[in-house]
């Protein structure tokens, strides 16, 4: 099946090319990312280097929601099951504290 699109320009051959339908009704861009400064870059060499950085960036650092909160990077090591547990220790003492101060204040009124 054809690319799904809509014609845009004269109808003769050679000079007919597709555009995208989109998905959302008045959207300018379909993607959930918009990289509007990678349109402007038009040495090869420079948007190769941008685009690794990018890549670079949603490996490393940017934490994934469907993968626990752990960069996709961390989870093919095998840390993402090391961090999320210490995550999970890390909260559990964090509401012990919380709620051993709560019953402190209860008991102690200034």
């Given at each position: 099946m054809p690319f799904p699109g809509r014609r845009v320009g004269p109808a003769h051959a050679g000079a007919v090319r597709l555009e995208p339908a989109l998905p959302r009704p008045k959207s300018s861009d379909s993607q959930?990312?918009?990289i509007p400064h990678?349109?402007?870059i038009e040495d090869a060499g420079e948007l190769e280097r941008e685009l690794l950085r990018i890549q670079d960036f949603y490996d490393t650092v940017r934490l994934r929601q469907s993968l626990g909160y752990v960069t996709p990077e961390e989870e093919h090591h095998g840390l993402g099951p090391v961090i999320?547990?210490?995550r999970r220790v890390g909260l559990g003492q964090?509401?012990?504290a919380r709620v051993a101060t709560?019953?402190?204040l209860r008991q102690?009124?200034?």
């Open positions: 959930a990312v918009n990678l349109d402007k999320r547990k210490a964090a509401r012990a709560r019953r402190k102690d009124p200034m």
